[in-house]
T-cell receptor, first 116, second 111 residues
Framework: GAVVSQHPSWVICKSGTSVKIECRSL??????MFWYRQFPKQSLMLMAT?????????EQGVEKDKFLINHASLTLSTLTVTSAHPEDSSFYIC????????????FGPGTRLTVL | GQQLNQSPQSMFIQEGEDVSMNCTSS?????WLWYKQDPGEGPVLLIA?????ELTSNGRLTAQFGITRKDSFLNISASIPSDVGIYFC???????????FGTGTRLLVSP
């Protein structure tokens, strides 16, 4: 199956700093990438959908100026958490999908963010 | 955001037992998916269902897409310790790739 990687796998940062998380599709071209957030013992909640070359679509309640998403190529999307605070500490997971609405979303391994 | 309701919330069973969990929604989906998530990892797709009434198997796993398109169930037969994890259902609308995840069922299997 298709492989999606995330980097870094974990990060610890100080409050007020910005953190960038990368999501790469390693062996296919992802026209659409999704970013999810998962708090402990909870489900995955979609944050935003990004299509290559266009602006991301954010879910209700997700601050687009705080969570900057860039999808500059068909194999790379980045999520930047700006001015991170402890409440942003979470497990961030990306997924990538190719052409067509029935194409499977392949999930990355996730990035654990801890903000001190 | 929207979430699908899964039950039970958690299960603790003996190795060899069969397991059943389900997922319900207040709205219709045209695709139902079941994922397993191990601690600290991303979810992995187990079974995808594309048609109302469809019954699909993948090894010891069987899942069905409800006729009303508002529910789905997953059965695991003859459970083994490596079945431990969190199982999520997810619904998807035709033409949209956005997934709506269920609340999850945590499965523990004792040897």
């Amino acid at each position: 199956g298709a492989v999606v990687s995330q980097h870094p796998s974990w990060v610890i940062c100080k409050s007020g700093t910005s953190v960038k998380i990368e999501c790469r599709s390693l062996d296919f071209q992802a026209t659409t990438m999704f970013w999810y957030r998962q708090f402990p013992k909870q489900s995955l909640m979609l944050m935003a959908t990004s299509n290559e070359g266009s602006k991301a679509t954010y879910e209700q309640g997700v601050e687009k100026d705080k969570f900057l998403i860039n999808h500059a190529s068909l194999t790379l999307s980045t999520l930047t958490v700006t001015s991170a605070h402890p409440e942003d500490s979470s497990f961030y997971i990306c997924s990538a999908a190719g052409h067509g609405s029935y194409n499977e979303q392949f999930f990355g391994p996730g990035t654990r963010l801890t903000v001190l | 955001g929207q979430q699908l309701n899964q039950s039970p919330q958690s299960m603790f069973i003996q190795e060899g037992e069969d397991v059943s969990m389900n997922c319900t929604s207040s709205s219709i989906f045209n695709t139902w998916l079941w994922y397993k998530q191990d601690p600290g990892e991303g979810p992995v797709l187990l079974i995808a269902l594309y048609k109302a009434g469809e019954l699909t198997s993948n090894g010891r796993l069987t899942a069905q897409f409800g006729i009303t398109r508002k529910d789905s169930f997953l059965n695991i037969s003859a459970s083994i310790p490596s079945d431990v994890g969190i199982y999520f259902c997810a619904g998807q609308l035709t033409g949209f790739q956005k997934l709506v995840f269920g609340t999850g069922t945590r499965l523990l299997v004792s040897p």
